[in-house]
Structures are given as structure tokens and as C-alpha cells.
């Protein structure tokens, strides 16, 4: 009898999350791959026809977009990590006590929308706002010079509204890196250089590693950075989707752009994972 | 920063509403897929196309047996009533029809995307009556047979009262199946100080002085028409060829870099923070923002031409209360109500004798109050003249969606660049 239990609670245990993700994402992704391949219009329906070509016609038409938004993810991803890595090491290695109050901080801009963080950018940038006037009126730079509506300004946004998913994996990293470790380092000679990049940064890559498929992902399909910081220069394949969807009622077009993107994001992920050899860093992780 | 701008609710209702917009159009295919294969889960339409006007059979087939129930639930849009109600509590305190007016569209296409699952499948979308706008999206929800035919009979105050101009629209004649709410214009608004005297669309292609400094907007509709406007075609007859020679106008101001941005209801915080100098425009939103935060943009009809759109009473074909919702909207073609309501939302008045009433309660008026309700009686964005109306052109009309598609497809390269 309780070896029955026994064997069953694992599954008992995994049953509501089973569910959700069948629920909230099986069936969708079912639903949406379909309706990828159907034909019509939204007044008389759409109808399955196994239309692939849907896809390559939304590949050819939006391609400068998906290559775009991958270019900003990239780069915002990789102004994080340098960004964050001080933050998350100054906070585990010299945060102290306060060292809650410090990743509060750090997650503090999360109580406010993040629409209404990104709209207050916008108020700050604009080109007669408190920033540009100043320096427009001291002769430092064009009567035409704007950051408003550049790929600057829509990865400055990226980088600002993402910065927490990098700082907070490396700093757990960091976290539970045991200080004897860094101890031995000294007491073998190393110098500091030489004990961060051999011991420090190795430590910490499962938390890079997490915080780049927690940044890169999201960055790459965000819509709203661009939509209220960027100009019809800067457009992100999420806004694509998002006009598809929603002004032009394309659905096929818009499905099928997100099955691309997901294989896109997908197969850069997998790359990326084998090309850092993620079961190493997994193993590090797990001690 | 200013605050007023910061919490703007319009740019932020473009912004949140689409997120949830789009989560509802997943939701709309989860459900249709769960259980089922492949090919199953086509997105449902009505199939039929419904006729352009209604017959008579029809109205009298959906109005058979409908009677008052008492309570009116109403689909309004954000910033289109005095937010203290007066014209419901009246038509409550008249009727006795408890009203419940919702601010919940937003964007046209969102709005259908929303409410099209629950249509389809012959259910309540919550709501008797609603405001939508003479976009696309009409003739999807017209073409759909999502609306009601309306019962004339029951709209006496209409018959009186409504402008000439607004009983026979190109995009629903005979009013068959809607009355306007309030129109607009959509015209170029422009910080005079910056730019000098500006007069039409050639100002905003060529104007050296707004090289940079001009917003279009990203609706494509819209965007589409000024294209045309530009090329010298009236967008209600223009066809397909016309509309490559309007996105190849269009194209060429984006290219000698006259386009700061295109834009959607933001527009007008773009100007207000200097971001554009000249921007196309909604008439209604220059009054307001010149009201609001003490500025004197000034507002044209291009040279060449404006457009006119209309925001239109509807019934959903699901309504529970459609008796409640008609007297509604005839209550709004009291000359009374058109009046106060005009008073607050300055766009344009659909009875002309709205302006009478005006003059005739400023009389009674002193100081600012009565200089205030005289400027908007006097207001040619709000009552235009003869002369106005000649400039102000339809929207093109699409006989079929695949047209729209077409004409989507043409200027959408244009703003997603």
C-alpha cells in the first residue's frame, strides 16, 4: 500500500503543473499552429488548408524585423551582463547586511507598470524634455538631434526594463559561491584578477547562463520598448505580431510569425546552451 | 516631466488595451482547439454575407417581441462624456432605464478581435449598445450580421433633428444599421510658433522648416487617405492603382526624411512635448489639449482635404435590452443632449440645432462660462460651415475584405519599416 503511495506522489505532484501547461500552453500552441495554416478572412472565418506558405511569404515579408529585434536582443543581453555582473558582485561580495535591502532595491522599479516606466523614458528623452533642452540650449548638440525613435533608445529601454532577470541569477550564483573557495585561491598566490577569472567567473556562469535565456528571450519578442521609445525604424517583430493580430485580423500571418520566432529564439538557445555546454554549468548549478 | 503628460489615459489605454487585446485572441483559438485535431479549429465566421442595408422583414423579424427590460448596458469609449454623466442621469431620471456606461473601447480592432468569438456564437458580448467607429471594422461587424437593424419608427428625435449629411453615409445607407454619436475630422494640427502659417499636405512633404519634425498616423486607414489626399484622389473612390501612386507619396516623405513618426493616439503628447511641429490631426483632441494644458496649436483642413469620420451608435445583433438602447439613442437627438454632450466632447455635432441651443443658454451665461459655451457654438470644429464639409472627404470604402487586405498590405510597409 505505501509503496503504491509512494510511487504515485510524484505524479500527484506534478499534476497541477501538468495541467496548467497543458491547459495554458499545449492547447494554445496547438490551436495556433493550425490556425498558422488556414485560409479566409475574419468575416467568413478561417478554414484549414495546411497553407504553409503562409510562411515563407511572412518570412520574406518580415524578415528585417525578426533580423532586427534578434540584432537589439543581442545587444541588450549583452550590455546586461556587463551591467549587471558589478551589481550582482558588489551586492554578494560587499553587500553585508544589507544585502536584502540592496536587491530590493535593485527590484524596486517592478511595483510600477511597466508600461507607465517606459512612458516616463519617454518624457525624460523627448527632445524638448529636461535632458536634450539643456544641452540643445548650451550648443552641445543639433537643433536636429534626438534619441527618441533610434535603435539607442529602444535598447536603452530593453536593457532598463530587464536589468533585475540579470542581476538577480548571477547574484544568486554569486551568493553561494563558499568565500573559503576565494580564501584557497589567495592563499595559492593567485592575484585578484586571476582568482575572478578562474574561480569567480566560472562559479557564476550558471547564473549568466540563466539570466541570458531570462533576458534574450523576452527582449527579442518585446513589443512595447519600441512601440513607445522607437519610430517605424526601430520596429520589433513582436509589434508585427501584435498588428497582425489585432489591427488587421491576420491570423494565419500572425501565428505563423510566432511559430518562427519561437523556432528562431529556440534553435539560438540550443546553440548557444551546447556552445557554453550547459550539462557542465547544470552540473555546477546542482551541487 | 509633466504629470499631465506622464498619466495621459489615452496613450495609455493604446498601449495596455492591445496587450490585452492580443491575450484574448489566444484565449479565443485555446479554446476552439482544446480536443480537437488540426484541422478542427478553424476561427469561425458568419459565413452569409449580410445584406448592406437591411430588409424590412429583418427589422421587423429582430424587433418582434422585444420589449424594455429596464437596464441598458453601454459600451462608450474613454474621454466621449462628461464624466459626471448628465445626459444618463437624465435619461434615467425620464425612463426610468437604469444605464451602465462602460469606457471599454478603446481601439477599434482590439474592440472586434474581443467581442467577434462571443458574436459568432450567438452569445452576449455584456453589452446593448455600442459606440463604434466607420473603420474597417464597421463593415467586418456589418458584413458579419453582428448588428441590429434599426426600427426607424423608434427614432423620431433622429428624423427631426440629424443633420442632413449624416442620414446618407456612404459606409451604412439609410442608416440601416447605426446613427452617428459624434464625427471628427482628421485635418493637421501645428505649433504655429515653430513652423509659421502652415496650409495643407504640401507643407508637411516639402516645408523645409519640418524636415523631421512631422508625426503621421500609424493607422493605416487614416495614414492611407492623406497618401491619397496628397495624390489628388478622393479616398471614398479610390482604387487599387490609386493606392500604390498614394504609398509611393507616402514612401517618398518617409525617404527625404520629413517623418519624425507615426504615431497613434500619442500624437498629441508628441506635439505637446515638441517632438513633432505638425502632425496629422483628430480634431477633438486640439480642442481638448489646448484646453487642458493652456497651449494654441492650431488645427486645418488641408488645402487639399480633410476627412470626416463618425463614431456610430450600434446594437450588437445579441443585444438583451435592444428596446432600452434604441431610446437611447434617440434620447441623444433631443436638441438638449446633443447640446451639453457637444459642450463637453467638442467633436462634431450631428444636430445642427445644437448650436441654436448653445447661443441661447450662453445668453443666460456671464463672464468665462458664457465665453466658453459661445466658443464652442462658434467653433467650425464642432459645428463646420457649408465650406468645411466641401473639403472633408469619406474614408474609402471597401466592398469585400479582401480588399481592405489589399489596401492594409499597401500601406503597412510604410510604418513598420
New interface residues.
Partial sequence: MNRVKRQIAPYLLVLPGGIWLL??FA??M??????S??E?????????TGHWQTYTEAISA?Q??IYRSLIYGAITTIVLIAMAFPIAFWIAFYGGRRKSTYLFLVLLPFFVSF??RT??W???L?????LLSPLRDAGLIGQ?F?I??TPFAVIGGLVYNFLPFMVLPIYVALERIDPRVVEAARDLYANPITTFRRVIFPLALPGVFAGVLMTFVPASSDF?NS??LG?????MIG??I??Q???????PTA?ALSFVLMLVLLIGVFTYARILGTEDVMKVAAR | MSASNMSDPTLLRGLTQRRFGRRDALRLSGLAGMGAALAACGVQGQGTQAPASAEPDAVAKFWAGKTKTGTLNFAGWPLYMDPKKPELKKFTAKTGIKVNYQEVIQEMGPWFAKVQPQLSAGQSIGFDLMVITNSFQFTQFRDSGFLAPLDHSKLPNFAKNAGAAYKKEAFDPGNAYSIPWASGMTGIAYDESKTGPITGLADLWNNPKLKGKVGMFSDIQELGNFGLLKAGVNPAESTEDDWEKAATELKKQKADGYVRNYYDQGYIDALGTGEVWATQAWSGDVFQKNLSDNRNFKFIIPEEGGTIWTDNFTIPITAKSPVDAIMAMDFFYEVANASTLAEYINYVCPVPAAQADMRSRAAKLTGDDKEALLAVADSKLVFPTAAEYAKLHYYVAFEATSEQQKFQKTFEPIVLG
Fill in positions: 491547459i495554458f492547447v494554445p496547438v490551436a495556433m499552429l493550425s490556425l495554416l488556414q479566409g478572412d475574419i468575416v467568413h472565418g478561417y478554414q484549414f518580415y528585417t524585423q508600461v507607465l512612458i516616463s519617454r518624457q525624460i523627448t527632445d524638448e524634455g529636461p536636429s534626438h527618441l525613435g512595447v512601440e513607445v519610430s517605424s525604424d526601430t520596429t509589434q508585427v501584435q498588428a493580430f489585432l489591427d488587421n485580423s491576420d491570423y501565428s
